[in-house]
């Protein structure tokens, strides 16, 4: 199993960045898939990003494509979502989750989480 814990969430304008990082922790950590995932008050938890094991691999949802890069540093157990244009849907919590098969966009495909970092976009 890996441990992950997400950082860099806060507070930002509408049009400014942040980037989050999710620093992995146990062995093998480059053998993972990660995906970052984000939950919003009363709406369920949604794909963003995904990243294969290597980093040759990434996929977006249609929404954060073009504002968003995920990339990750095997050599750091820690992957990295920049997320650029922020507007106030991207209000949510953020989580990242690892999976050992592939970078898949359903939450029930990964299994090992972290507790979140929360990313407010005002207006």
């Known amino acids: 199993q890996v441990q992950l814990v997400e950082s860099g969430g806060g507070l930002v304008q509408a049009g400014g960045s942040l980037r989050l990082s999710c620093a992995a922790s146990g062995r093998s950590f480059s053998r993972y898939a990660v995906g970052w995932f984000r939950q919003a008050p009363g709406k369920e938890r949604e794909f963003v990003s995904a990243i294969s094991w290597s980093g040759d691999r990434t996929y977006y949802a249609d929404s954060v494509k073009d504002r968003f890069t995920i990339t990750r540093d095997n050599a750091k157990n820690t992957v990295y979502l920049q997320m650029n244009s922020l507007n106030p849907d991207d209000t949510a919590t953020y989580y990242c989750?690892?999976?050992?098969?592939?970078?898949?966009?359903?939450?029930?495909?990964?299994?090992?989480w972290g507790q979140g970092t929360q990313a407010t976009v005002s207006s």
């Open positions: 989750a690892a999976t050992n098969t592939y970078p898949g966009v359903e939450v029930r495909e990964y299994h090992s």
